[in-house]
């Protein structure tokens, strides 16, 4: 079955832990990226990866790290989590990056920081 | 940036009623998606729709790119329906960032 698999799914730790949030597709993707969801707020793109080992900043990069060594995988880093990174958090992947294809969402990490 | 609006913010509605949800943005796009966020979280495809006319079932959209606007359609509404909808645009602008709007949170009542 074609998917983006995320893992965890939810996740409790404490300020300053760091953490990884693996994130990863099976349909020959170019295209990565990650957002966050906040109440208020909608969707906001943390980071995104046109191709492998290229990537570059969405809108709220602050506070977060990404890799992309091969196609499949990209996973989120939170080097030092703090509060304000209590959020629910998407990966999303798609044929290409130029905009001309459908996205496609992971099931979504909730993660809160204590 | 291009800015991405929906209306209506919220909408509440019978089971087996009509509605239209809108889709405004303020520059041209290549990409325009919808989809509904579930009560559980998950997003889930309904559409790909830079122009043209779609439909899936009982849901069907149109986006109108000279005009900027983008309308989903959902006839007869199921209970199941229920969530946020999101809109999603990519603009020709080359910044291949997706930007989403702020939803419109639909409750149908049985």
């Known amino acids: 079955e074609a998917q983006v698999t995320q893992n965890p799914r939810y996740l409790i730790t404490v300020t300053g832990k760091k953490l990884t949030v693996t994130c990863s597709q099976n349909?020959?993707?170019?295209?990565m990226s990650w957002y966050r969801q906040d109440p208020g707020l909608g969707l906001r793109q943390i980071y995104y990866s046109m191709n492998v080992e290229v990537t570059d900043k969405g809108d709220v990069p602050e506070g977060y790290k990404v890799s992309r060594k091969e196609k499949r995988n990209f996973p989120l880093i939170l080097e030092s989590p703090s509060p304000n990174q209590t959020s629910l958090y998407f990966c999303?992947?798609?044929?290409?990056?130029?905009?001309?294809?459908?996205?496609?969402f992971g099931p979504g990490t909730r993660l809160t920081v204590t | 940036g291009i800015q991405v609006e929906q209306s209506p913010p919220d909408l509440i509605l019978q089971e087996g009623a009509n509605s239209t949800l809108r889709c405004n943005f303020s520059d041209s796009v290549n990409n325009l998606q919808w989809f509904h966020q579930n009560p559980w979280g998950q997003l889930i495809n309904l559409f790909y729709?830079?122009?043209g006319t779609k439909q899936n079932g009982r849901l069907s959209a149109t986006t109108v790119a000279t005009e900027r606007y983008s309308l989903l359609y959902i006839s007869s509404s199921q209970t199941t329906d229920s969530g946020v909808y999101f809109c999603?645009?990519?603009?020709?602008?080359?910044?291949?960032?997706?930007?989403f709007g702020t939803g419109t949170r639909l409750k149908v009542l049985a």
């Open positions: 999603a645009v990519v603009s020709t602008s080359g910044t291949y960032k997706y930007i």
């Open positions: 999303a992947s798609s044929l290409s990056g130029l905009g001309d294809y459908e996205q496609y």
């Open positions: 729709i830079p122009s």
């Open positions: 349909m020959n993707h170019e295209y």
